[in-house]
């Protein structure tokens, strides 16, 4: 199982990405989107789960939405009214659904200009 993000790019403060991250195979429960600053920890950004549950880190409740379609195996981070704070290299994260199993992607850079 691969998962292969991408979307990410440089824009500036205000601006909007979309990010996509495809899964080639497998069935997941959880899929979510990590991100990590420069100089710290990866932190969970959303997650939707395999009924469509959403859940958001509170500094983008309302900026950022996640959603999935399962047809293509790919989820997706739409991100409006991005900050500079927003910066970092965003990871898609998958949960196989029967082994419970952890897949990442390769990450994708986010750069947000003031």
């Known amino acids: 199982v691969q998962l292969q993000a991408s979307g990410g790019g440089l824009v500036q403060a205000g601006g909007s990405l979309r990010l996509s991250c495809a899964a080639s195979r497998g069935i997941f429960s959880t899929m979510d989107w990590y991100r990590q600053a420069p100089g710290s920890q990866r932190e969970l950004v959303a997650s939707?789960?395999?009924?469509?549950?959403?859940s958001y880190e509170d500094s983008v409740k309302g900026r950022f939405t996640i959603s999935r379609d399962t047809t293509k195996n790919t989820v997706y981070l739409q991100m409006n009214s991005l900050k500079p704070e927003d910066t970092g290299v965003y990871y898609c994260h998958a949960e196989h659904i029967f082994s419970r199993r952890e897949y990442w992607g390769q990450g994708t850079l986010v750069t947000v200009s003031s």
């Open positions: 939707i789960t395999s009924g469509g549950g959403t």
